[in-house]
């Protein structure tokens, strides 16, 4: 059981505007901010979103993040094949003196 | 290019010990923190442990503490895990990260370099 929740799949036609969201609580989500990363199968997860909002060079605009109170959002827009990947948040949780990630969320461009 | 290559993964019995390697290159080693994060198969990605860029903060999960020690040399621009008593739960696939924020801990600058990862099975 993670201590952020995702939902365990989405799914969207090409074209189309996809939300991820991700619930944690007052000591993770609720005072930290907040990181997305994207899973590839076969490679190696990949920063998309940092510091709730943040896009790495390199990462396209159709990607963005928010927050808000204990709850994220990842939003891709103009939904692509090559999106088809796993998406977890990841945030510091001040409680438990540690970082923590969602289960990750299985997005599928149908 | 920023690159990590991680090494040392293996199938071990339950009990014993494994030392995991990370080499790092393209980017200044010593001027970054660095993390450890697992992934057991059909889980979520766990965070197993972070250093400092100049080793005087580390920091582990509760489920390894006592068990893995971190470590980094900075003249070799690499970054080991020593892992004892491992268990079968620590099964995974180990990757090797970089904070994304020069001299910083904190989380806000995300994990923005990761190797391919490493596999440890612990099995009898």
């Not at chain 1, 088809?84 to 969602?102: K, Q």
Request: charged share 15%; with cysteine; hydrophobic share 30%.
């Amino acid at each position: 059981q993670s201590v952020l929740t995702q939902p365990p799949s989405v799914s969207g036609t090409p074209g189309q505007r996809v939300i991820i969201s991700c619930s944690g609580s007052s000591s993770n989500i609720g005072t930290n901010t907040v990181n997305w990363y994207q899973h590839l199968p076969q490679t190696a997860p990949k920063l998309l979103i940092y510091g709730d909002n943040q896009r790495p060079s390199g990462v396209p605009d159709r990607f963005s993040g928010s927050k808000s109170g204990t709850s994220a959002s990842l939003a891709i827009t103009g939904l692509q094949s090559e999106d088809e990947a796993a998406y977890s948040c990841a945030a510091w949780d001040d409680t438990l003196g540690s970082g923590v990630f969602g289960g990750g969320t299985k997005l599928t461009v149908l | 290019e920023a690159l990590l290559v991680e090494s040392g993964g293996a199938l071990v019995q339950p009990g014993r010990s494994l030392r995991l390697s990370c080499s790092a290159s393209g980017f200044t080693f010593e001027s970054y923190a660095m993390y450890w994060v697992r992934q057991a198969p059909g889980k979520g990605l766990e965070w197993v442990s972070t250093i400092s860029y100049n080793s005087e903060y580390i920091h582990y999960a509760d489920f390894v503490k006592g068990r893995f020690t971190i470590s980094r040399d900075n003249a070799k621009n690499s970054l080991y895990l020593q892992m004892d008593s491992l268990s079968t739960e620590d099964t995974a696939l180990y990757y090797c990260t970089k904070n994304g924020g020069l001299y910083s801990n904190s989380w806000y600058y995300g994990m923005d370099v990761w190797g391919q990862g490493t596999t440890v099975t612990v099995s009898s």
